[in-house]
T-cell receptor, first 115, second 119 residues
Framework: AQTVTQSQPEMSVQEAETVTLSCTYD???????LFWYKQPPSRQMILVIR??????QNATENRFSVNFQKAAKSFSLKISDSQLGDAAMYFC????????????FGQGTILTVHP | GAVVSQHPSRVICKSGTSVKIECRSL??????MFWYRQFPKQSLMLMAT?????????EQGVEKDKFLINHASLTLSTLTVTSAHPEDSSFYIC???????????????FGNGTRLTVT
């Protein structure tokens, strides 16, 4: 079975600074996707970034980028120029390539942004 | 754009009663939908996979007789919590993938969740 581990229950960052959230996963599959989701207090799930396992290039979305280390099964999220609105719970998630949207989530990291 | 609508957003019920939660894909067909459960400040745990026209597939440890799932149409899945008890109080979220643009460009959409409180 696939597992996703986020070892940082809480992280904090100063506004405008950079923070990195860690995620490791375990799978024997070769075709899979990895995601970072943001969940603000409203509990809405917001996709931050997505990475296809077959792509070597790290995904980026504006201030958000990932460091995808396939051999190490590591998938960290870097948030640059942190903003107050970035404060939320962040989940790393795994999806097997043959799935139709079935995700395995990590435990989550609560990110606090200090002004 | 495609949206998944979940209703109700909040529900309070008395212990022993049943509650139905709806998950609807508004402008795409979803043959498969997923139901997750989330306790406060915890992760989303997959409860079951809802399949249109067939039985749901439940994850290990989830009581299928307590959490009844019906996926009677291509746009609607329902989760019924039967004989609810206070320990069933939680946040329930559904999701579905929109495959209209192919496998590799298919966004996954989440409902806004339902907060169930059993008194």
């Amino acid at each position: 079975a696939q597992t996703v581990t986020q070892s940082q229950p809480e992280m904090s960052v100063q506004e405008a600074e950079t923070v990195t959230l860690s995620c490791t996963y375990d799978t024997s599959e070769s075709d899979y996707y990895l995601f970072w989701y943001k969940q603000p207090p409203s509990r809405q799930m917001i996709l931050v970034i997505r990475q296809e396992a077959y792509k070597q290039q790290n995904a980026t979305e504006n201030r958000f980028s990932v460091n995808f280390q396939k051999a190490a099964k590591s998938f960290s999220l870097k948030i640059s120029d942190s903003q107050l609105g970035d404060a939320a719970m962040y989940f790393c998630a795994y999806e097997r390539g043959t799935s139709y949207g079935k995700l395995t989530f990590g435990q989550g990291t609560i990110l606090t942004v200090h002004p | 754009g495609a949206v998944v609508s979940q209703h109700p957003s909040r529900v309070i019920c008395k212990s022993g009663t049943s509650v139905k939660i709806e998950c609807r894909s508004l402008d795409f067909q979803a043959t498969t939908m997923f139901w997750y459960r989330q306790f406060p400040k915890q992760s989303l745990m997959l409860m079951a996979t809802s399949n249109e026209g067939s039985k749901a597939t439940y994850e290990q440890g989830v009581e299928k007789d307590k959490f009844l799932i019906n996926h009677a149409s291509l746009t609607l899945s329902t989760l019924t919590v039967t004989s609810a008890h206070p320990e069933d109080s939680s946040f329930y979220i559904c999701s579905a993938r929109d495959f209209r643009h192919g496998r590799y460009n298919s966004p996954l959409h989440f409902g806004n969740g339902t907060r169930l409180t059993v008194t």
